[in-house]
């Protein structure tokens, strides 16, 4: 068996086997003492700050406490049993008043961020390898400012060479845009080919009017689209591998604060946890 | 309108002598000395003649009492002759490595650790007195280049010594054999003078001149080969006749340049690297004249394919060639077969080899058959089968035939700790560099960027070669191999900036950097020039938890490989 495949069964096993027994301890104490929501809440509250702890864990990296790896899938599967000690702790009813709505909807982000966050640091990787040609993220700017610049240089070349604006034009037209800043970043992260297309398309159409010497040109631009095209994709991507952390973190520390004044609340407004 | 044509002499030999102040008139003094006395100069080639030779791969070099000439550990391309006064040769055991001028290797306490917390500077590169301050035991002269002991006379009491005289002969198998020197000397009086021969010229020397390579061959099989011979499985039943008869028979090969790196740069950038241009050691469909053991260095294992070779493996120290063939011939007379790969040298190789009709007579009757290796078989010969000895040797098939050129090619097999990368996995969020600048006192001690084949990266960083050409001709031998792991360290209080390893490297992974003073300003010398140290990867060797790039990646898509362990990197990939 590969060694991602043995890890994932052993934590799986270890999710299941956490979910049954927390789920037969409650059922059990449900009937015996109407204290079990301070069980569940409590056990819910002291992973919840464990699992904040991972993104401290990383800030140290010196302090021999395992492999980060060991705790991310740690992270993730504690996450999902967040989720069983969550739908026990509210009995699976809906949040009454907006205080408590707005702790569920703080749970929810969190969760459905770190969920995503999973899925996109699996599949992204392979598909930024597949297209190749990657540049380091903070170098992207400056290669998209180069090849704005080449556009821009070829565009302005053909004018004086062929004695005809009509790439110049076009360039004014349907590329100056494109080659303005970073596009098309929703088509990057579905995949969706058609804006490209359109633009090669538009290329392949102004042949028609274009001298051989402007078809070269020509040739060159559709090149250096392709170019930016791709720089215009691995830059979606890498910044979405980046970007459901900066959703994830900030969203985790609200919960926190507002499960601290959860606590406070119940303390306070109830006959206290004697 | 006229060109301007720039006219500039083709670069020759030696352009670059070993040392530009070498006389006629001390070439003169060299030979009436032995063994340049007893050598006949008619021998010599015209290009490159006896003197010739002396006046620009030597140099004379004079010692102070205690300096350290050679040191045990260091990897050194020169051979030394002793022309007046005297050295010392420390015997087992040698030097503690605190008198060598080494880094103390020694973990951080768990406080220590703990306290990096709030300990790390806030700018870059800072030193603290602490970590520049040299062993009292030794002592760096920046002028001369030079590491000195401080107390010969005490070092003279606790420590057995041999002496050498006007005319002994010592270094020459470090330098031939790529190896570590196995011991340390130092001058005693400041009268010792010494000839020091580089690698270029004693390699010549050797070649026209029986008596220098009768000399140094004696040497190296009374002191060497019986011990290595002995190691090998194959030759372990001799007995202390039989192995005579093949210690007298072995002969010696060494290939490929002894700084390869520079030539590796070269073609590297020209992308002209490919494996018919490199230099062949045995040929794939010649008879088999004997079987090649690698000492040292690497060689390419590769078979024709299509119009071009096919690499399947790449054989470093210890690694043999050609025995199947001749156990095969051996066993099977009336059908011999030749050689079935092709073995080429990568950079620098240095081989033995121990001739058939020495493995016939002496060395294959003491095997017992189930130990000699499989027979071919004619399906196997015909190529409608692969046998599992076959299989074994082809790493390509393990890893993927891409990736195992990509791994010749770029040389990556050197690494014991190369940083690899699965792209597929990385989430290039950073956090190995973070880590190991946080690690490294704000300084990241790597790119995550380098060469990619597929879904592997390898980054740049530094590999800790099993040859380690990086630690070739550190003046001070502040770049060293630490003595727990064998990583190979910088001494930050003994190097002195010359950045002789940075340029050696061929992988690019070690970087000069000014260092600052721990209010942040930069330290300068009494020229005001900055202080210059070279930085690299130094395996995280004082953290308790071992590589924090490795131990902080949360996707387990780095790690740190031996290159020489193909099947744990094929089952790295296959995870």
């Given at each position: 068996m590969k060694g991602f495949l043995r890890r994932r069964l052993l934590w799986g096993s270890l999710l299941v086997a956490a979910t049954i027994a927390v789920a037969s301890v409650y059922a059990a104490w449900e009937g015996a003492t109407?204290?079990?929501?301070?069980?569940?809440?409590?056990?819910?509250?002291?992973?919840?700050?464990?699992?904040?702890?991972?993104?401290?864990?990383?800030?140290?990296?010196?302090?021999?406490?395992?492999?980060?790896?060991?705790?991310?899938?740690?992270?993730?599967y504690a996450g999902v049993f967040t989720g069983v000690l969550f739908l026990l702790h509210v009995r699976l009813r809906w949040p009454t008043g907006w205080f408590e709505l707005v702790l569920t909807l703080l749970y929810a982000i969190v969760m459905f961020s770190g969920v995503l966050g999973i899925i996109i640091s699996r599949g992204w990787p392979k598909r930024l390898t597949a297209r190749g040609g990657e540049v380091p993220f903070d170098r992207i700017p400056l290669v998209s400012r180069q090849l704005r610049e080449q556009a821009e240089a070829l565009a302005l070349s053909s004018v004086a060479e062929a004695k005809s604006a009509t790439i110049a034009e076009f360039y004014t037209r349907r590329l100056h845009d494109f080659f303005a800043g970073p596009r098309h970043f929703l088509s990057h992260l579905f995949e969706i080919r058609l804006p490209l297309n359109a633009l090669l398309h538009d290329l392949g159409d102004l042949n028609r009017f274009l001298n051989e010497q402007e078809r070269k040109v020509a040739d060159q631009l559709v090149a250096l689209v392709r170019q930016k095209d791709g720089l215009d994709y691995q830059r979606a991507l890498q910044l979405t591998l980046r970007l459901w952390l900066f959703v994830h973190i900030p969203v985790t520390y609200s919960l926190m604060l507002w499960a601290v004044a959860h606590i406070v609340l119940v303390y306070g407004f109830s006959a206290g946890a004697r | 309108m006229d060109t301007v044509h720039f006219v500039i002499d083709k670069p020759e030999r030696w352009d670059s002598s070993f040392d530009p102040e070498m006389t006629d008139a001390d070439v003169s003094r060299l030979m009436e000395i032995r063994p340049f006395s007893e050598m006949d100069a008619g021998k010599f080639s015209k290009r490159t003649p006896l003197r010739g030779i002396l006046k620009n791969?030597?140099?004379?070099?004079?010692?102070?009492?205690?300096?350290?000439?050679?040191?045990?550990?260091?990897?050194?391309?020169?051979?030394?002759?002793?022309?007046?006064?005297h050295a010392r040769v420390v015997l087992n055991p040698g030097l503690p490595a605190s008198l060598l001028g080494r880094r103390k290797s020694q973990r951080k306490g768990l406080f220590e650790i703990v306290a990096q917390l709030w300990t790390n500077p806030r700018d870059p590169e800072v030193r603290t007195a602490a970590?520049?301050?040299?062993?009292?035991?030794?002592?760096?002269?920046?002028?001369?280049?030079?590491?000195?002991?401080?107390?010969?006379?005490?070092?003279?009491?606790?420590?057995?010594?041999?002496?050498?005289s006007p005319g002994d002969f010592f270094g020459e198998i470090a330098a031939l054999s790529r190896s570590a020197r196995t011991a340390t000397i130092f001058a005693v009086g400041d009268e010792t003078e010494l000839l020091e021969v580089r690698?270029?010229?004693?390699?010549?020397?050797?070649?026209?001149?029986d008596h220098l390579r009768h000399h140094i061959d004696r040497i190296y099989r009374e002191r060497t080969l019986a011990t290595h011979l002995r190691e090998i499985p194959i030759f372990k039943r001799l007995n202390d006749e039989q192995l005579k008869r093949v210690i007298e028979q072995t002969q010696f090969g060494t290939y490929g340049d002894y700084d390869w790196s520079g030539d590796y740069k070269r073609l590297a950038k020209e992308g002209t690297r490919s494996p018919e241009k490199e230099t062949t050691i045995a040929q794939e469909g010649d008879y088999p004249n004997g079987v090649v053991l690698i000492r040292s260095g690497f060689a390419r294992l590769s078979e024709k394919f299509g119009h071009g070779h096919r690499t399947?493996?790449?054989?470093?120290?210890?690694?043999?060639?050609?025995?199947?063939?001749?156990?095969?011939?051996?066993?099977?007379?009336a059908d011999s077969v030749p050689f079935q790969q092709t073995l080429r040298v990568i950079g620098y190789t240095h081989v033995i080899v121990v001739p058939t009709p020495v493995m016939e007579e002496v060395v294959l009757p003491t095997v017992p058959e189930h130990e000699l290796p499989l027979r071919f078989t004619s399906e196997e010969l015909a190529g409608a089968e692969q046998s599992d000895t076959r299989r074994k040797l082809d790493a390509g098939a393990k890893i993927g035939p891409e990736l195992m050129e990509f791994m010749t090619e770029n040389r990556f097999f050197n690494g014991t700790s190369t940083m690899v990368i699965d792209m597929e996995r990385c989430t290039r969020c950073d956090d190995c560099v973070?880590?190991?600048?946080?690690?490294?006192?704000?300084?990241?001690?790597?790119?995550?960027?380098?060469?990619?084949?597929?879904?592997?990266?390898?980054?740049?960083?530094?590999?800790?070669?099993?040859?380690?050409?990086?630690?070739?001709?550190?003046?001070?031998?502040?770049?060293?191999?630490?003595?727990?792991?064998?990583e190979v360290v910088v001494n930050q209080a003994t190097c002195i900036g010359c950045s002789i390893c940075s340029n050696n490297c061929p992988y690019d992974a070690i970087r000069m950097v000014e260092i600052r003073e721990e209010d942040g300003a930069f330290m300068v010398d009494k020229d005001m020039k900055p202080i210059v140290k070279a930085t690299k990867c130094d395996l995280c060797s004082d953290q308790i938890g071992g590589p924090a790039c490795e131990r902080s990646c949360p996707h387990g898509a780095l790690k740190r490989m031996d290159m020489n362990n193909l099947d744990a990197f094929a089952r790295w990939l296959n995870r």
């Amino acid at each position: 068996m590969k060694g991602f495949l043995r890890r994932r069964l052993l934590w799986g096993s270890l999710l299941v086997a956490a979910t049954i027994a927390v789920a037969s301890v409650y059922a059990a104490w449900e009937g015996a003492t109407t204290r079990s929501a301070y069980l569940s809440g409590w056990l819910l509250f002291g992973l919840m700050v464990v699992l904040t702890g991972y993104n401290w864990l990383k800030k140290i990296p010196y302090l021999p406490l395992g492999r980060s790896e060991v705790w991310l899938e740690f992270h993730l599967y504690a996450g999902v049993f967040t989720g069983v000690l969550f739908l026990l702790h509210v009995r699976l009813r809906w949040p009454t008043g907006w205080f408590e709505l707005v702790l569920t909807l703080l749970y929810a982000i969190v969760m459905f961020s770190g969920v995503l966050g999973i899925i996109i640091s699996r599949g992204w990787p392979k598909r930024l390898t597949a297209r190749g040609g990657e540049v380091p993220f903070d170098r992207i700017p400056l290669v998209s400012r180069q090849l704005r610049e080449q556009a821009e240089a070829l565009a302005l070349s053909s004018v004086a060479e062929a004695k005809s604006a009509t790439i110049a034009e076009f360039y004014t037209r349907r590329l100056h845009d494109f080659f303005a800043g970073p596009r098309h970043f929703l088509s990057h992260l579905f995949e969706i080919r058609l804006p490209l297309n359109a633009l090669l398309h538009d290329l392949g159409d102004l042949n028609r009017f274009l001298n051989e010497q402007e078809r070269k040109v020509a040739d060159q631009l559709v090149a250096l689209v392709r170019q930016k095209d791709g720089l215009d994709y691995q830059r979606a991507l890498q910044l979405t591998l980046r970007l459901w952390l900066f959703v994830h973190i900030p969203v985790t520390y609200s919960l926190m604060l507002w499960a601290v004044a959860h606590i406070v609340l119940v303390y306070g407004f109830s006959a206290g946890a004697r | 309108m006229d060109t301007v044509h720039f006219v500039i002499d083709k670069p020759e030999r030696w352009d670059s002598s070993f040392d530009p102040e070498m006389t006629d008139a001390d070439v003169s003094r060299l030979m009436e000395i032995r063994p340049f006395s007893e050598m006949d100069a008619g021998k010599f080639s015209k290009r490159t003649p006896l003197r010739g030779i002396l006046k620009n791969d030597a140099r004379i070099r004079r010692f102070k009492n205690g300096e350290i000439i050679v040191r045990a550990g260091d990897y050194g391309s020169s051979a030394f002759l002793v022309l007046s006064g005297h050295a010392r040769v420390v015997l087992n055991p040698g030097l503690p490595a605190s008198l060598l001028g080494r880094r103390k290797s020694q973990r951080k306490g768990l406080f220590e650790i703990v306290a990096q917390l709030w300990t790390n500077p806030r700018d870059p590169e800072v030193r603290t007195a602490a970590e520049l301050e040299q062993d009292s035991g030794v002592k760096v002269g920046l002028k001369q280049r030079g590491v000195f002991l401080q107390d010969v006379p005490r070092i003279l009491d606790e420590h057995k010594t041999a002496t050498m005289s006007p005319g002994d002969f010592f270094g020459e198998i470090a330098a031939l054999s790529r190896s570590a020197r196995t011991a340390t000397i130092f001058a005693v009086g400041d009268e010792t003078e010494l000839l020091e021969v580089r690698w270029q010229g004693l390699r010549d020397l050797l070649r026209f001149d029986d008596h220098l390579r009768h000399h140094i061959d004696r040497i190296y099989r009374e002191r060497t080969l019986a011990t290595h011979l002995r190691e090998i499985p194959i030759f372990k039943r001799l007995n202390d006749e039989q192995l005579k008869r093949v210690i007298e028979q072995t002969q010696f090969g060494t290939y490929g340049d002894y700084d390869w790196s520079g030539d590796y740069k070269r073609l590297a950038k020209e992308g002209t690297r490919s494996p018919e241009k490199e230099t062949t050691i045995a040929q794939e469909g010649d008879y088999p004249n004997g079987v090649v053991l690698i000492r040292s260095g690497f060689a390419r294992l590769s078979e024709k394919f299509g119009h071009g070779h096919r690499t399947l493996n790449y054989l470093s120290a210890g690694c043999e060639f050609g025995l199947r063939e001749i156990a095969h011939n051996w066993r099977q007379r009336a059908d011999s077969v030749p050689f079935q790969q092709t073995l080429r040298v990568i950079g620098y190789t240095h081989v033995i080899v121990v001739p058939t009709p020495v493995m016939e007579e002496v060395v294959l009757p003491t095997v017992p058959e189930h130990e000699l290796p499989l027979r071919f078989t004619s399906e196997e010969l015909a190529g409608a089968e692969q046998s599992d000895t076959r299989r074994k040797l082809d790493a390509g098939a393990k890893i993927g035939p891409e990736l195992m050129e990509f791994m010749t090619e770029n040389r990556f097999f050197n690494g014991t700790s190369t940083m690899v990368i699965d792209m597929e996995r990385c989430t290039r969020c950073d956090d190995c560099v973070r880590a190991c600048a946080t690690t490294n006192e704000g300084n990241p001690r790597f790119l995550r960027h380098g060469h990619t084949s597929g879904r592997i990266m390898v980054a740049n960083s530094c590999m800790h070669c099993a040859d380690p050409v990086c630690l070739i001709g550190c003046p001070t031998g502040a770049i060293h191999r630490g003595q727990s792991g064998g990583e190979v360290v910088v001494n930050q209080a003994t190097c002195i900036g010359c950045s002789i390893c940075s340029n050696n490297c061929p992988y690019d992974a070690i970087r000069m950097v000014e260092i600052r003073e721990e209010d942040g300003a930069f330290m300068v010398d009494k020229d005001m020039k900055p202080i210059v140290k070279a930085t690299k990867c130094d395996l995280c060797s004082d953290q308790i938890g071992g590589p924090a790039c490795e131990r902080s990646c949360p996707h387990g898509a780095l790690k740190r490989m031996d290159m020489n362990n193909l099947d744990a990197f094929a089952r790295w990939l296959n995870r």
